[in-house]
């Protein structure tokens, strides 16, 4: 069973910068993508970051530039940069990821898919 665990979100004000982190422990499939997704109140689950097993990454356009996906596969985590934060980042924010076994449906962003997700961790931003 695929666990993704999310953690470092919370409350900065217009500028800032948080970074999400998300520990996938035992998670063996290192050459399918992972990623992070975000869903305000009232919108729809929209992606944001995703990274494939060969390090190439891609952003939505809203992100580009002020976000970072990154992984550490010897940690087992994988990570989003976000700087110079806006309000309208705010959102709850999702870890993705994909296994070919089981999962929940499929969700894609760019030319990855994904069928596994954390509970979420809450960005607030304020201005």
């Known amino acids: 069973q695929v666990q993704l665990v999310e953690s470092g979100g919370g409350s900065v004000q217009a500028g800032g910068s948080l970074r999400l982190a998300c520990a996938t422990p035992?998670?063996?499939?290192?050459?399918?993508?992972m990623g992070w997704f975000r869903q305000a109140p009232g919108k729809e689950r929209e992606g944001v970051a995703a990274?494939?097993?060969?390090?190439?990454?891609n952003y939505a356009d809203s992100v580009k530039g002020r976000f970072t996906i990154s992984k550490d596969n010897a940690k087992n985590t994988l990570y989003l940069q976000m700087n110079s934060l806006k309000p309208g980042d705010t959102a709850m924010y999702y870890c993705?990821?994909?296994?070919?076994?089981?999962?929940?449906?499929?969700?894609?962003?760019?030319?990855?898919?994904?069928?596994?997700w954390g509970q979420g961790t809450q960005v607030t931003v304020s201005s």
């Open positions: 993705a990821a994909f296994a070919p076994v089981g999962g929940i449906g499929r969700t894609y962003f760019g030319e990855c898919s994904f069928n596994y």
């Open positions: 990274i494939d097993g060969r390090g190439i990454t």
């Open positions: 035992g998670y063996p499939y290192r050459s399918y993508c």
